[in-house]
């Protein structure tokens, strides 16, 4: 089956059957331009998701594609069963907005721009391997900070001791997250088990990574934000703490090494019960091994996707931290403050149909509109909560609310562009030179000497029809836009 098995059901909405019906269908987000892009495997990795054990819907965004056993840019719910591939290898992959009370001509200056690259750099270094003790102005991370970033999530302890400003767990899509029986306690037996065994000669290393962006998609992006003329995007970014015309820096990344030594033990942890056992894998699919709630398999993998998640959690408030003391350095007296944090790889317990279910979005992104009965304790309830979507440097980025429409995609959006061809791909197509030139053009300056063109903006889709089928379906409206002034980035292979 390819895209044109999708029935259109409106404008940026569509389904794709399964099996002649014998299964209820997928619910496809978008537009005439972007259903093309959903290629033959992507198209698949959807039919096999929403044949799995237990799943009782999937939703393809406008963004989707290839992934780990499930497409980048798919929700898939489940009330029985937990899956490690339609989460990721890079557990809570996530974005973060920093606002400064900073205007945007204070940074038009290529010196000015120059200069804070640099003291970014010297707090947050880019790279698979990098951390803390590559910084030469960073945070060296003890074992027992590492210990308490992992089971406490941003906590008040692990704020003050890594300096982080304790409100900022307001700002947080979970601040914290706890082990597969709702206590803190399972995530220290469990941690203590890691310490004997996959973490027993590199700890101290792996919890150094907080604080960094590792390499691949990752980025930091210094913005200018730019609100919506319409009055309820200004009342929005007045909650969400945008100030028109002045600087903010978008930041993506995850869980680093640690979410990946996690998400790997029970790749290969459930995959060798499933060749034990002799139970046929969803598709013949090796990255699609699931464990049923309540067994030991499950239990295990929601502890480490819950450590694993408290670490990202803890990677990007304090890489937020390390860039505002970045440009206090070179502008003295500038003042910063979060305005949201957001995952987009991640398995959260959600009512779904009236039924609480488990949640997975693999490169999706929660979209909860204004009212919704969980952020009747934030500060959105009257809005709904900031929705972070990145598109690319040359095209901008958007900061987005959900609508009461969201409730057909349960409840989530894409959490970017999504890639329209493979890294080899890029690299084989697409022309250094120009890459860089279009950069130098737009004044957009980077910390590397070549942008990785495997990353370059034309690797992805079309950041603008992306956003139209988020509009056409009734999904969300958008707040501002960011407009790109300079980026860190990492030539590496991508972590998630």
């Not at 259109?8 to 099996?19: N, R």
């Not at 489940?78 to 205007?103: E, N, R, W």
């Not at 996959?198 to 590792?214: A, I, P, R, T």
């Not at 295990?300 to 408030?317: C, E, K, P, R, S």
């Amino acid at each position: 089956m390819n895209y044109e098995s999708i029935i259109p059901t409106g404008q940026a909405t569509g389904i794709l059957p399964v099996d002649d019906g014998k299964l209820s269908p997928i619910t496809v987000i978008g537009n005439e331009a972007i259903r093309p892009t959903f290629d033959e495997g992507c198209i698949k990795q959807a039919l096999n998701s929403r044949r799995a054990p237990g799943v009782s819907k999937v939703v393809l965004n406008p963004d989707a594609h290839c992934g780990y056993g499930a497409p980048v840019g798919s929700v898939l719910v489940s009330p029985t069963h937990i899956y490690p591939g339609p989460v990721g290898v890079d557990i809570k992959c996530s974005m973060s907005l920093l606002q400064l009370d900073l205007p945007a001509e204070a940074v038009a200056d290529k010196r000015t721009r120059r200069a804070i690259i640099n003291a970014i750099m010297d707090r947050s270094p880019t790279g698979t391997g990098r951390g803390q003790r590559h910084a030469k102005k960073g945070r060296p991370v003890s074992p027992l900070a590492g210990r308490a970033a992992l089971t406490q999530g941003v906590s008040a302890w692990v704020c003050d001791d890594l300096g982080i400003p304790e409100h900022w767990a307001k700002r947080c899509e979970d601040a914290f997250h706890v082990g597969h029986d709702g206590s803190q306690a399972a995530l220290e037996a469990r941690l203590q088990q890691h310490e004997a065994g996959v973490f027993k000669e590199n700890f101290g290393f792996k919890v150094n990574q907080l604080g960094s962006y590792g390499g691949g998609n990752h980025f930091g992006e210094c913005e200018v934000v730019e609100v919506a003329g319409n009055n309820r995007a200004r009342r929005a970014a007045e909650v969400f703490g945008l100030r028109d015309g002045h600087v903010a820096f978008l930041s993506h990344c995850g869980s680093r090494g640690i979410g990946a030594a996690l998400a790997d033990i029970h790749f290969k942890g459930m995959l060798k019960k499933f060749q034990e056992w002799n139970i046929p894998l969803p598709g013949n699919d090796r990255q699609l091994v699931y464990a049923p709630l309540g067994s030991p398999e499950a239990n295990a993998y929601l502890d480490d996707l819950a450590l694993g998640a408290n670490f990202a959690t803890v990677n990007h408030l304090l890489i937020n931290a390390l860039v505002l003391e970045a440009f206090q350095e070179v502008i003295p007296g500038i003042k910063g403050d979060l305005v949201y944090f957001i995952s987009h790889n991640i398995a959260r317990q959600e009512v779904v149909d009236n039924t609480l279910q488990w949640v997975h979005r693999k490169g999706a992104t929660r979209a909860f509109p204004a009212g919704h009965h969980a952020l009747k304790e934030t500060p959105f309830f009257d809005t709904g909560h900031p929705i972070l979507l990145p598109g690319n440097p040359r095209d901008g980025s958007s900061v987005m609310v959900a609508e009461p429409g969201a409730e057909k995609s349960c409840y989530s959006v894409n959490h970017g562009a999504g890639r329209r061809m493979s890294r080899t791909a890029a690299t084989k197509t697409l022309n250094q030179t120009e890459i860089d030139t279009r950069f130098v053009e737009q004044d957009i300056l980077t910390n590397c000497r070549q942008y990785p063109i495997d990353e370059a903006p034309d690797a992805y889709k079309n950041f603008g029809d992306v956003l139209d089928s988020v509009k056409q379906a009734g999904l969300a409206t958008e707040v501002a836009k960011l407009r790109a002034r300079f980026v860190i980035k990492d030539g590496d292979k991508a972590d998630d």
